[in-house]
């Protein structure tokens, strides 16, 4: 059963810091990965979504490792705003299913 | 091009009420998941649906709850005989076929009183 893990749960930074979440999976057997946003009472927004083929993928002040052997994901986020502050979640698609299996989250907080 | 339109946004529901939960998917998407997000909790899906299909409904309820995507009109998630425990946000998510990247909705937040 594939489980999806998020350290650290909150997080705290002063604004300007350089930034790594992690996101851990159990079973290597993924179609694809994708890093998502949300912000309080709303919804998600997509950030990033990496292919179970590719090693990594970046937007912006955003990237996004894969190492799939190792069943892990790193969301790195540079120069971080207080606009990045939000909680951020890790889900992956599993090979031969269509749903999504979330980690917990890591919520942000990036003070001014 | 509209995203994945969820309504209502907030529905307040007695203990024994219905609720029923709606989801237009993007244009071109012809894939539906809906998740729950309880307090204090994580994502958990809950169904798979494709036009007059139900691909994968693992995560459903047992009882009380249920699911459908007509050939015309949005997915309509349903509640009967809501309690308590049934308070949460529920996201609707669609994808186009290939099942790449998805896109959420804004969430239904569901208070049983």
């Known amino acids: 059963k594939q489980e999806v893990t998020q350290i650290p749960a909150a997080l705290s930074v002063p604004e300007g810091e350089n930034l790594v979440l992690n996101c851990s999976f159990t079973d290597s057997a993924i179609y694809n990965l994708q890093w998502f946003r949300q912000d309080p009472g709303k919804g998600l927004t997509s950030l990033l979504l990496i292919q179970s083929s590719q090693r990594e993928q970046t937007s912006g002040r955003l990237n996004a490792s894969l190492d799939k052997s190792s069943g892990r994901s790193t969301l790195y986020i540079a120069a971080s705003q207080p606009g990045d502050s939000a909680t951020y979640l890790c889900a992956v698609k599993p090979a031969r299913e269509g749903k999504l299996i979330f980690g917990q989250g890591t919520e942000l907080s990036v003070k001014p | 091009n509209a995203g994945v339109m969820q309504n209502p946004r907030h529905l307040v529901r007695r203990r024994g009420q219905e609720a029923r939960l709606r989801c237009s998917p993007m244009?071109?998407?012809?894939?539906v998941y809906w998740y729950r997000q309880l307090p204090e909790e994580g994502l958990k899906f809950m169904v798979y649906?494709?036009?007059?299909?139900?691909?994968?409904e693992s995560g459903m309820p047992k009882e009380r709850f249920s699911a459908e995507f007509p050939k015309e009109g949005p997915s309509i998630l349903r509640i009967q005989q809501v309690v308590r425990g049934d308070s949460a946000a529920y996201f609707c998510a669609s994808s186009p076929p290939g099942s790449r990247g998805y896109t959420f909705g804004s969430g239904t937040r569901l208070t049983v009183v």
């Open positions: 244009k071109g998407h012809s894939h």
């Open positions: 649906l494709q036009k007059e299909n139900i691909i994968d």
